[in-house]
């Protein structure tokens, strides 16, 4: 996750990346949005909300595994809500986050996985 939230401080210093609900939704709406990023725990409604404005772009938001307090701690601002405006940052930041989520998770247990064969009697 730590290229994730590095990626995404390179957009920021490159002035390619928008953080917040009312300018992420401004620049979807200007076409600037290349992608949009939702923390992972955002409150429920506001990814609808995002979902909706987003819809008639062909955008489609992509939860990140990151969360809110993972952007406070690296961006010292509190933001569930991100848009890259920069085509080449914005695939290579999707492509990190769909590696992510192919990575097994916190807890789960790759012996969960394996199918147990019962003995024959």
């Given amino acids: 996750m730590h290229e994730l ?5 390179l957009c920021r210093r490159a002035g390619k990346l928008i953080m917040g609900f009312d300018p992420v939704k401004a620049a979807v709406a200007a076409g600037q ?17 995002v979902r909706f404005f987003c819809r008639d772009t062909g955008l489609s938001p992509i939860e990140s595994p990151f969360t809110l307090d993972d952007i406070k701690n690296k ?12 085509q080449g940052l ?19 247990s790759p012996a969960a996985n394996i199918e147990r064969e019962t003995p024959d009697e």
């Avoid at 939230?5 to 401080?9: A, D, E, I, Q, R």
């Avoid at 290349?34 to 990814?47: C, E, F, N, Q």
């Fill in 5 to 9: 939230l590095n990626t995404l401080s």
């Fill in 75 to 86: 961006f010292g601002r509190r933001a569930g809500i991100f848009a890259i405006t920069d």
């Fill in 33 to 49: 949005a290349k992608a949009v990023l939702l923390a992972s725990d955002l409150a429920p409604r506001s990814k609808k909300e």
């Fill in 90 to 108: 914005a695939q290579k930041t999707v492509l990190i986050v769909e590696r992510l989520q192919q990575l097994p998770q916190p807890g789960d």
